[in-house]
Structures are given as structure tokens and as C-alpha cells.
């Protein structure tokens, strides 16, 4: 019995002491070890104690009295312990003994001064601990006296002696402090000093409580106004050590000294440092004495460090040397900061080499990073602007100035050798590849770098905004919209390189991309589509493109094409590639009309039998014929040529099978875009030609003689000049010279004589000469522009007819602005009220005959 | 395979002929058959589909109507416009279809 009554008190002794522990828990661990100890006494001395009921307090009395006598078992429902009673009552069962429950016969007396030599006793223990000499009694022996005074009222003494004696002695630890404040003592060993008082004071604390855990147990607990002993200890460590303002001053100005240096570097005694903090924290002012100093120090150090390595670092350099102090600092406070210094010093540091510099550090850096496309330290960047304030709205802003700074450079360059390949003369000079466009390089082909520069930018660009910037929507989004306002910078020139790369890559002979190549490709072109204002443009010369690559059969693949079509249609709508679709179909039909015709003419040779010639020519050559619906295909200006005369009765046989077919049409031919297969025979062996029509035209006149002039086969041919002159130039002046032209030279003149070129040699069988149809001429290209400029003035009238339409009634403003909603094209106002006044000329619409500003559709 | 004719050499026997035509690929362009390739109601060419047309993307349907005075309009203009007016806006003699383009 009295066994288990020990162990659960033990028990309750055990949690209470965590609790405790919980609050000193930077008390060292030879603390500890001496609380463990005593713990041991503990044990045995209630073993001992439960012995003597009389000495026990009485609310244990109760407790061990009534376990070993059964009697008292009336007590027990007042005492709560049920249980107990209960099996008790069991024990005996039937027994009928009666139990008289009588008084103690007297109170146990103490002898008279009991009280003075017990305290004499106490109080010699505790001045041992001070002096950290030998106690002369047992430990358990002066756990029982307190416990015995306690038990006789003497508890209040008791606390108030302990209290003096502890005051005492911590008074005189003062002056150890003070003496020599006068010879500038070393601040660490001052801290050291401070750092045994301390660690000497925490040891005796534990030891006197040890000894008076019996008063820390019922006295201090029952007085809510009492603090424990360990608290009456860092009370009275409080108010006479380190509130003296000196020993304060010199601590703390000793400890900031100390992070200080190991900021710089140095090494530091950091478990110095971390009692003496665990020290201003358990006193309670660490908040007031230290914190505010060190953040203010803190805050001195970084404002001027940052300011120094911001002029005297790169920016990556200086980015990496951000982290490595955020990084101490957080090992810093892991290791002996408070926690509670977490947040208010690591937004200091942050604020001060980075919040404060914002703005420079992109300035300075993020131009220079972003080209050398330097991921890391834009990763590091990133991570740490996102820690900061406003940190990534700055770094967004700046990201989408780098894009449309970076890319109107491009652009603009890019431009310029557009319009430098432009100049007359087409100089091909070698090309000199400098940064985005700085250099002017005179080459044809130079503006077709321009998109693939800008695809590889927005490679890159993806490339970062993956990688470094864990692909904020934000950053996206700012990225989308600097492309589109840099692409839409400079209006119409972006669409039409557009389309001409596309061309460059749908283009047979193109073989340096697979099908799947090919495919990704113009998904990367369709995100460049997407960010351009002008589609219409980009529509005209993609249509103007795709009709040659369809009818000079240049094509790379026609699924490539479709693809491409379908790509388009996704994104613009049906509208959008309605007549690019219309010209597939026409090429469609096409095929099944040459199939009929190819029978019709079968049907007529066998038919006619007297007309033996035309029989005869209808099967000698191989004809096909492309026919085009007018509006669906980019307009040819009309050119009339001379065709020999079986070519003419050629036309002249489709022609009426054609139109008997289909009324109400007309056929316009269209030679520039004919291109014919020749046999040639030269000396050397005979060939296939592939040309142009204006080139066997020209090659056809050589059956009849030589030595012609420029004028002269103008003449013969009527050939328009600019034309002729080039075709003239590919036969004579190009890789294939089948005709010699005299006085040799790269340009063609008038008076020039050509001679047919017997000699001809050349390794291949066919050769193809008519690449020259795949050119674009500087006619073509601004007949394309001007017709898109047309087209969109009939876009605005039916977007104006379409709107008024369902909207029966609108103010001009309205229907401004819905307008500005639905065309894809950038229009100025004053060119849409133009359209308005036209239509309501025309009766489509007409003003408000109050309101002039308000328009009304008529149906 | 047959040189290109000897129509038009003067005299000349083929075999002498140094280029002779194999293939030709010709490309030819169709249009209505009509004076004014401009519809005079909605001021639209008339390969072009009319404004209405476009604007409710019917561009398919929108054919050409000739009649018997040779005008020729888009035939949902013309339609419109003989239920005010059964003249032709051109030279007001009466409309009479004369066909529809297909």
C-alpha cells in the first residue's frame, strides 16, 4: 500500500515537473541531470514520509489513512474514492464490526525553537548551494524539514527567509559586474561572465527548489499571488542583475557585437550566444532589450551592405549573395534566436537588400540574365523577388518591358532589311548576322529571320517562363500581351512575313522538316498568328502564297495544307478561310473537270473524223487546266500574251467545252500562272525543261531562228516589260543558260541580242527553270496590301449592315464601338464614319431625323 | 510523242525544231458573264457575294441573276428590289428573268 501510494504521487509529481520544465527549457542539461537526481530523493522520501501520518498534510493524511484502515470507509463518499471503498466493503463481507471513529488525543507538539534551528538548518543548505560547497544534511532529510515546516504553518516564513537569503546573494553577484565596469572589460569575456552567473544561478535555482519542492508544491500553488521559486529566482536575477543598466547595456551591445562579427565572418561562440539569449528570453525582456536593438542593427548592416554590393556586384552575383544571407539568418535563428525574431528580421533583411532595390536590381540586371538566357540565377531571381513585397508585380513589369523592348528591335531591324531587300538592283550581299538587327544586311532573305528569330524569342521566352518563373499565369499573360503590342507595333509588315514563312516551310523541296516537324511548326506560327491585330493581311498574302504553291504544284504536302487550313479556320472562324477553303474546291473540280474533258476530247476525235489536225493536237500534248473562281483566288492583273497558234486553238477547244458546260460564265486566261513541260534537243543530248509560260514562249521562238533583240521578242511575245526582262534573265543569266545573251551581263537591256545555246550541258535530264514564278514581285506585294485595304472597307460595310441589323436603332458611339468589338483589323474612327456615310447613301441605314447621332436600319 | 504542229513553222520540218511543247499547264479564271461585273444595288462585285450575304456568311448562295435586258445583279438583291420596283434599276425596262448563274 504505501508503495502504490508513492508511485502515484510520483506520478503527479512527474507531470506537474514537465509543466515546469516546459518553461525553462533552455535550463542546460546538467540542469537537468541534478532535477533527475533530486527526482530519486523524491521517491524514497514519501516512502519514508507515508510512515509518519502525523507529519503529512491533511488532505494526504486523509488519503493514506483511510487506504490502510477500513474503518474510516464512512469518509470515503466525501473523499470521492468510490472505488477503493467499494472493494474494501467487499473484502469482508458479513463481518459486523463496529467502528467508532474517534479523535486524535492531542495535537503532535513540536519542540519550541523547532522553527529557528530547522530554518538554521535550511538556510545553511542554501548558503552551500551559493558558495557550491558541500550540504552538510541529506538532501532528503532537508526535504523533509521543509515539508514538516510546511505542515506547521510555517510555509509563509519559510518563502519570505528563502526569499531574503536568495535576494541576498543575488545582490552580491552584482558586484562583480560593477567592479569592473571601470576597466572596459572585453565584452566576451563579460559575456562569458554573465553567461556562469547566469548558468551558476539557474543550477542553485533548481537546487533550492529541489530542496523546497514541497513549499513550490502546496504554499506557492494554493497563494495565486506567490510566484513559484523558480520564478521568485529569475524575478529577483531580473531586478538586481540585468536591469542595472550598465551590465544591460553591456550585454546586449556584447551580444550584437557578437552576431555582428559572425555576419562578417567570423567565428563566433554560438552557444555563447544562445544562453545568453535563452537567458533574455526566460527574464522576459528579450523583446525590449534585445529585439529592437538587434533589428535596428540589422537594419543598418543590410540598408548599407545592400546599398555597397549593389554598386559594386553583378546582379547575379548580388542575387546569389541575397540568398546566402537569408540563409544565415534563418541558421541563425534556428540556432539561437528567439522565434518569435523570425518574421520581423527576415522581412528586414529581405526589404533591405532586395525590397529596397527593386527596381535597380531589374534595371541593372534582368536585361543582361534574360538575354544570356541565364535560367538559374532568373529561377533565384524570381524566388526571391517573390519573398519581397510588390516584388513579382515589379519583376511581371519589367519582363514585359524586356519582351517588347527586345522584340520592336527585332522587328524594326528585321524591317529594315525588308526594306532594304527592296532597293533596286536586289544586291545580294553576304549577310551579317549582328544582334537583332543592328547591322544592316542587304539580303532578300533576310526578312524571313525575322519570324524565325521571333519564334526562337518565344522559345526561349517559354523556355524562361517555365523554367524560372514556375510559369505564373501572371508572367504568361504579360508575356502574351507585350507580344501582341510590340507585333502590332508596326501594322501589317509582321502578318505578311508571317505568311511568308509559312509559305518558305509549306513549300515543296523543303525537306528539312518531317511531317511532324512541320506540324509543330505551325503550331508555334499560329501562336505568332494569334498575337496580330491585321489577320487580313496576313490572309492576303498566305492566299496569294497558297495559290501559286496549289498551281505551280510547289506544294510540300497536302495535308501540311489542310492542317494548316483547319489551324486557321480553329482560330479565325469559318468566314476567315472560307475563300482559302473555295480555292482547295476549286482545285477539286478542277481535276474532275479534266477528266471530262479528257473524255469529251476522246469522244470528239473519234466523232469528227475530217478534221484529222485537230484531232491530233487535242491528244499531242499533255494539257491541264486550272479553273478559278474569280474572288476565291488573289486578282492577276490581265495580260494579254501572243500564244503561238496551236496553243490558241488549245484554249480555244477547253474553252467552248467549258462553257457549254457551265452558263453564264466567261474564262480569263491567266498566263502568268501557266507553266509548261519542253522537250529540248541540244547537241549535247536532249532535255526536259520545266518552265514558266512566258519562258517557253520566249524558248519557242528559237524554233523559227535566233538572234533576236529584247524589242523583238517583246514584240513577238507581248510580254509586259518588267516580266520579260526577268524571264529573260532566268534563261540567259541563270544557273540552267539554255540562251546566250549578248553582250553578256546580269541585267537585261534593250539591244541585248539572245542566241540559242546548242552547246547546253547540263547533268540532269529535267531541269527546272521556272523557280522565277515562285518570286514575288515588288507589284505583286503592294498589289496585295491595296487589295487588302479594299476588303476591309467591304468588312466594315457588312459589319456595320450586321450589327444595325439586330440592333435595329444605335447611337454612333455604340456602334463604334461594337464595331471596334467585331472587326480583327486596327481601323481609325474617322474611316468608319467614311463607311457609315457611304452606307447610309446607299439606303442601308439612315440617321435619326432628331438625333443626328443616332442611326436606324433600313430593311 | 507528236511535235507541237506544223502549223506554225513556215516550212520547217520538226525534227529541226529545237523546243517542242510537252506539257502545259494552263490556268484560267471564270467570272459571270455580265457588262458590269459591279452590282449596282449593293455596290458589291458581283463574284463577290452581296452585303447581306456576307454578312450572314451565306456567300454559297448568293448567285447572279442576268435579265432579259442583259443586267445582271445579285439575284438577292434583284429580289428585293422587284418587290418595290419591277424595273431594272439600270435601264428600267420591265425585269424579265433570263437565267440564274450556277
Redesign the interface.
Known sequence: MPFSNATRKKASHDQQDTERSQRKRRVSGENRQGLAGLKRHKQEDSDFCHSDPAHHSSSQMDESVNSRKPNFSALVGSNGLTNRASSLANSKPGTAKKLVIKNFKGKPKLHDNYKEETWMKLRGAVDAIHKSTSIKYSLEELYQAVENMCSHKMAVMLYDSLKVVCEEHIKHQITQFKGNSGDELDSVLFLRKINKCWQDHCRQMIMIRSIFLFLDRTYVLQNSMVSSLWDMGLDLFRQHIISDTSVQTKTVDGLLLLIERERNGEMVDRSLLKSLLGMLSDLQIYKEAFEVRFLQETERLYAAEGQRLMQEREIAEYLHHVDKRLEEEQDRLMFYMDQSTQKPLVSCVEKQLLGEHLVNILQKGLHQLLDENRTDDLKLMYNLFAKVKAGLETLCQHWGDYIKKMSRYGIQGSALNWFQSYLPGRKHCTSINGSFGSTIVINPEKDKTMVQELLDFKDKVDNILQSCFSSNEKFINTMKESFETFINKRLNKPAELIAKYVDSKLRAGNKEATEEELERMLDKIMVLFRFIHGKDVFEAFYKKDLAKRL???KSASVDAEKSMLSKLKQECG??FT?KLEGMFKDMELSRDIMVHFKQYAQHKAKGVDEHI?HQ??SI????????????Y?PT?IPMEVHL????VR??EI??SF?LAK?????????PT??????????RAGKK??QVS?FQ?LV??M???GDGFTTEYIKQYTGIEDGELRRTLQSLACGKARVIIKTPKGKEVEDGDQFH?N?DFKHKLYRIKINQIQMKETQEENVNTTERVFQDRQ?QI???I??IM?TRKTLTHTLLVSELYNQLKFPVKPADLKKRIESLID?D?MERDKENSNQYHYVA | MADTGGDNGPGKKAADKMFSLKKWNAVAMWSWDVECDTCAICRVQVMDACLRCQAENKQEDCVVVWGECNHSFHNCCMSLWVKQNNRCPLCQQEWVVQRIGK
Open positions: 498551281l505551280v504544284g469559318g468566314a472560307s489536225q491530233k493536237d499531242s500534248i499533255d494539257l491541264t487546266v486550272n479553273i478559278l473562281t474569280m474572288g483566288w492577276y503561238p497558234p496551236e496553243m488549245y484554249q477547253f474553252k467549258y457551265h452558263s453564264g460564265r466567261k474564262l480569263q486566261w491567266q500562272l501557266g507553266h509548261c513541260v519542253l522537250r529540248a534537243d541540244f526536259e525543261l509560260l517557253s524558248l519557242i528559237f524554233n523559227d540559242f546548242n467591304y460595310d457588312a459589319a449592315v450586321r441589323k446607299r442601308y
